[in-house]
């Protein structure tokens, strides 16, 4: 749009007048989400292990260090605005980024879904018993001492299976045998939430979502909007933030990173 600035303004007036807002989070909306090989801490990682392939069962733990470590001030900033944003409205949040960092906006987790998992819970790698397990905080620390120089990775355990004794993994979409049984609860409360917006009010924000996972958020949130006519759209994206012909009515396109439009103006 011409003047974020109104748009913003806009937005913010749209989320307030709506019954219920729906918000979509993507890939665009923090660092770049990739194999746990791609970090920099896998490369530390690599020097100081020589590759010694004993120490291989750590490779996937070292992609949340990496999510934590790249979690900038600004990236939670821009949280904190989308949480004050909606936080008094009858709202539900489909993100389909790995970081867990809308765990930690102050919204109510039970509005919350996030399809390609995280790394909040831990699972078997080969999907053993389809089950999620609570990570082992202690773990973590350990890694991080190997990492920084004050550890050990010969004295660090790794966690095992308790059905079949074999590594356990994130429990994330990056996983071998992703076990979706970690989100499919709150999946089943989006779903629920779904039905209550029909001909009501909807705002929809769809922020920095791209290609990589159309089917969850993209396409879904499009046929939505064009088929609640009560409905009102925004799509903030730095490159695909085209509207189909059928949403212009209803859309507004915002061409932006998302998190760069929630801190520039609105902090």
Not at 241 to 261: A, H, N
């Amino acid at each position: 749009m011409e003047n974020n600035i109104n748009m913003k303004d806009f937005m913010q007036k749209t989320v307030q007048d709506a019954d219920m807002v729906l918000v979509g989070i993507g890939e665009e909306f923090g660092i770049p989400e990739g194999k746990a090989e791609e970090s920099v801490e896998y490369a530390v990682f690599t020097e100081q292990t020589n590759g010694a392939g004993q120490f291989r069962w750590m490779v996937p733990f070292l992609g949340e260090i990496h999510k934590e470590n790249g979690r900038s001030h600004r990236v939670m900033a821009a949280y904190q605005v989308l949480g004050k944003m909606i936080q008094d409205k009858n709202y539900f949040v489909v993100s389909t980024r790995t970081d867990d960092s809308i765990y930690d906006a102050g919204l109510r987790e039970d509005r919350i879904v996030t399809p390609c998992g995280g790394y909040r819970f831990w699972q078997c790698a080969q999907g053993c018993g389809q089950k999620v397990y609570d990570r082992e905080e202690h773990l973590m620390q350990e890694i991080r001492s190997c990492l920084d120089g004050s550890g050990n990775y010969a004295e660090v355990e790794p966690p095992l299976c308790p059905v079949c004794a074999g590594p356990m993994a994130p429990n994330n979409i990056m996983a071998p045998n992703y076990v979706e049984e970690g989100y499919l609860g709150a999946w089943g409360s989006y779903r629920k939430w779904l039905q209550g917006t029909v001909n009501r009010k909807l705002c929809v924000l769809e922020l920095g979502v791209g290609m990589k996972y159309p089917g969850i958020i993209r396409w879904p949130f499009e046929k939505m909007v064009f088929f609640n006519e009560k409905s009102t759209f925004f799509r903030v994206h730095s490159k695909l933030y085209q509207l189909t012909e059928e949403m212009k009515d209803r859309g507004y396109k915002i061409k932006e990173k998302p998190v760069d439009f929630l801190t520039n103006g609105f902090v």
